[in-house]
């Protein structure tokens, strides 16, 4: 894991990816999708990097 005191110089934003679904397979959107979150959302209380996150909007999970 990496924690916040090993960050040299804090981003504004983190980039995360995740699999397409099957609903854009079917619809032949089957990249990667790949999606920016900001630095402070990334963080969890103790201070260490998210693995993953759920987006607030589309409800699916991004992956460091």
Partial sequence: M???SQI???PK???YRRKPTKEEI???HGAIHYREFD???CIDKNGNLKQFLKSLDDGLK???
């Fill in 26 to 28: 079917k619809f032949g």
């Fill in 2 to 4: 990496i924690h916040i």
């Fill in 39 to 41: 630095f402070s959302f």
């Fill in 62 to 64: 991004y992956y460091y």
């Fill in 8 to 10: 040299i110089s804090k």
């Fill in 13 to 15: 934003t983190i980039e």
